[in-house]
């Protein structure tokens, strides 16, 4: 295999994972209000050399199905329950060493300010190991928690999101890399001509910085994307270095690979510094039987009113007003384009209900699910890599920790055995797991 392969293991902080059966199931662990569970999951990727361990976000417990919050909660469906994610990367620095650490924030609700010192503080404390997932945010409960009365709209998201990376490169620029001196004898703490205010003026934001944080590690986080529209792979291509991607059927991701790498190009990128990670939900066994038993165990206890929920969540629009047998409706929605094209695309495809898509959203958001012994389960990832629908997965657990120690046990061993994926970290940074380039600290000119 001529490509290697890269990992990163999924979470959100809370009680479920793409799966809504994972609080359920009878082999996870619901330690999520404890930082030793996050550190366990940290410290088995690590083990397994994984690239990072990311995790997703969202601001406002569901509201959009049937305007109720009531239901989320008791159904424990995504965003119920979830903790900071800032935080919880920043707890995990002292228990790794090499793993990259990836969060969600939102360009829609936080400043350029705030987003880059924090990360570039967890850049510092973690020598160059942070990420950062660059999201435009979903529904209205979300704005309603920020003090707006309405969403902003889609493109208008984007709007700010490109001018928002462009400030936080500015700060995240505005120290020169020798700026700090920190020389006892001459009393000279810093270089002020090293320190530059940036003087930011545009649509959406006004600051005249510097950044009260020095050039860190790695320069700036790793970017990561995950907008599924049109304008969200443009994006994408503009300032991605990873992104995520959830799509269940074969030939579509891989029009979205070609589509996205065409797109960096256009760019002036190069696309091989753009890496795409679909999500996929393994289910392994020592026999294919016994992954097929796991993954039937897991599949009942997804029910379709949680998964509608999430739908409900992703796509900012109402699904309880339809029948549960009529297909997905045709429909333009405010949150993620994608996410729902995905969701329709299997009505139309697959013949599905719009029951059968929200079982299959709460077993897990419609990711491929990868059933079979470590063998099969690493022919398919193999797979994947070669026909280019993915340079490299993120890991959903159907039940956390357990599958993740699953995956890594007997999964990563067999990959590793036939050169596939690292037998060890072969660089200190992030930005070394997944083969980048030093960073640039000038954004790429808009198009
Ligand atoms: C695979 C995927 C994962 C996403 N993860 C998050 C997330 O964790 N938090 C969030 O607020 N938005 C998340 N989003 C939403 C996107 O950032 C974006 O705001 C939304 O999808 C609307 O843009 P789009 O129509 O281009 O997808 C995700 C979207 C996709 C497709």
């Not at 990727?45 to 199905?65: G, M, N, Q, S, T």
């Amino acid at each position: 295999m001529s490509k290697p392969m890269h990992l990163a293991g999924f979470l959100i902080a809370g009680p479920v994972t793409h799966s809504h059966a994972s609080w359920r199931h009878p082999a996870s662990d619901m330690k999520f209000l404890d930082l030793d569970y996050y550190e366990g999951v940290a410290r088995t990727l690590e083990r397994a050399k994984f690239d990072f361990l990311f995790f997703a976000d969202v601001l406002a417990i569901p509201r959009r199905y049937a305007d109720d919050i009531s239901d989320p909660l008791r159904r424990g469906t995504q965003g119920a329950l979830g903790l900071d994610p800032t935080m919880v990367i920043a707890s995990l620095i002292s228990a790794t060493k090499q793993l990259g650490l990836a969060v969600t924030k939102s360009t829609t609700y936080y400043t350029p300010y705030d987003i880059a010192r924090s990360l570039a503080t967890i850049d510092h404390l973690s020598k160059g190991r942070v990420g950062w997932n660059v999201v435009t945010s979903l529904n209205q409960a979300e704005a309603h928690n920020f003090g707006q009365r309405e969403m902003l709209e889609h493109d208008l998201r984007y709007d700010r999101a490109e001018e928002f990376l462009e400030a936080a490169f500015e700060l995240w620029n505005s120290w020169d890399a020798d700026a700090l001196v920190i020389d006892r004898a001459s009393g000279v703490f810093a270089d002020p001509t090293k320190v530059h205010e940036i003087n930011h003026e545009g649509r959406h934001f006004n600051i005249r910085g510097p950044l009260n944080v020095s050039r860190s590690p790695q320069q700036r986080p790793v970017i990561i994307q995950a907008g599924s529209s049109s304008r969200g792979k443009d994006y994408a291509a503009r300032w991605a270095e990873a992104i995520f991607e959830i799509d269940p059927l074969s030939e579509s991701r891989r029009a979205y690979y070609r589509d996205v790498k065409d797109r960096v190009t256009n760019f002036g990128r190069n696309p091989d510094h753009v890496k795409i990670f679909p999500a996929v939900m393994p289910f392994v066994g020592a026999t294919e039987a016994e992954a097929r038993e796991k993954q039937a165990l897991h599949n009942e206890l997804a029910d379709p009113i949680s998964g509608l929920i999430t739908l409900a969540m992703h796509t900012d629009h109402d699904f309880s007003q339809y029948s549960l047998d009529d297909p997905v409706a045709e429909i333009k929605v405010p949150g993620a384009q994608g996410l729902f094209a995905a969701a329709r695309n299997l009505s139309l495809k697959e013949d599905m209900t719009l029951r059968d898509v929200g079982k299959l959203y709460a077993q897990g958001v419609t990711l491929p699910q990868v059933v079979g012994t470590a063998s099969q389960v690493a022919d398919q990832l193999e797979h994947w890599i070669e026909t280019e629908e993915a340079d490299g997965f993120m890991i959903s657990a159907a039940y956390p920790p357990q599958a993740f120690s699953d995956f890594t046990t007997t999964v990563v061993p067999e990959l590793q055995l036939r050169g596939s994926f690292r037998k060890d970290y072969e660089g200190s940074t992030m930005r070394d797991h997944l083969g980048l380039p030093a960073a640039n600290l000038v954004p790429p000119p808009r198009r």
